[in-house]
């Protein structure tokens, strides 16, 4: 009885077994479908190239399924046409040429109602665009599920074996799942695109804006130069000639002549307000003798009637840039030039331009009260703010970057620095801020 009970027992301990077998099984396919979409909502967050995060979703798709053939195509809205972005056990030649209409084939059906599919065979699929490809691919089993984001389909991601009847409806919420995050991560990347050809876009009207900007300025001092300058030292010169024939014909008439010593002391007063003007506009020098020289005579016109010492150095060899090169650093000379005269309360200020063989530097320097840099985050309505916003602007449009440090009673430094050894023109914003 005993030996009988034993030989009863053992069905039963083998069906339990198996049971306990089958729960294992199930419990690490479930643990593996949770590592395959951990590691690609990982890739979505950590990565930005859109072909990585779909190669990364694709690899364990098939890794989870033990599968070695499958490929990710994407939707074209403007052609509303599928064509594959990454692949893996397929030959260039079915990548290339697999191009679908939405609603044709089975991918372009999937890609239209937004239904996944799972095919036994896809050879003798009637619906199955390209047979010529498919048998020569050698494909039998195939998934096709859809890639969403916001119920709206963007792609397709398909699986497939060279044997028949591979795949279970199991694979087809594995790939539903991943589907899923990969749409929202085509999404994204999409919407990312847009923001910077938006943000490229702002920038090209800003840098077209700058070197407007720059023309006009150079228009207008050389109008004041040519016209409104001439005009008034040949009135100057008229208004001497008639005191001097005054004097010489005996005119004694005290009042005439103190009238038109006031008319000529003014007209010399306009003159050099003029002068001022087309020197901020744009001056001369800049374009005869350079920046440095520009950078000289605009500090000590600027600073020396504030009884502010400046002194300007120049390290390295000296060497011309393009025009619109030399304008952009020297309105940030200006713009320092400025603030030192308006806000710094300094004694002491200093200019040094650095020139190396690959690079130029720029910086300048003042002993004044000094500023909590932190506190300028934005362009305020007052104003604030908006020459360092325009410097960072300018230099970052040369390829370079610039910054500006500063303490409450120990003084500013403002820098600036851009890559030489090249043709240097308003190009790609490379700046990083400060």
Known sequence: MKKDRGVNKAPGQASSHSKLSD??????????DLVALSRVSAAISGLHDLDAILKIGLDNVLSIINGTVGGIMLLDEPSQTLSYRVYHGLSAKYAEEMRLKLGDGVAGKVAQSGRSVLLEDISSEPDAARIDLISAEGLRAFISVPLRAKDNVLGVMNVASH?????????????????????????????????????????????????????????????LHDETSQSLSGIALQLEALMEMSAKSGNQDAKFIAGLKKVQSLTVQVHKEVSRLISNLHPAVLDTLGLAAAARQYAKSRLQPLDIDVTTEVKGTEMRFPPDVEAALFRVVQGAIGNIAEHSQAKNA??????????????????????????????????????LFSMRERIGFLGGTSGIESRIGVGTTIWAKIPIGQDIIYGEDKSTGN
């Open 350 to 387: 200093s200019i040094v331009l650095v020139y190396l063989r690959d690079e130029f530097s720029l910086s300048i320097c003042d002993d004044g009260q000094g500023f909590d840099v932190s506190g300028i985050t934005d362009v305020e309505e007052s104003g604030r703010g908006r020459g």
């Open 23 to 32: 729960r294992g099984s199930k419990a690490e396919k479930y643990y593996h």
């Open 163 to 223: 044997v028949p009847h591979r795949f279970t409806k199991g694979d087809v919420h594995l790939l539903h799942s991943i589907g899923d995050q990969l749409g929202i991560a085509i999404e994204q990347t999409r919407l990312h695109e847009r923001l910077r050809r938006a943000r490229e876009r702002l920038r090209k009207l800003a840098r077209q804006n700058l070197v407007a900007e720059e023309e006009e300025r150079r228009r207008i001092a050389r109008e």
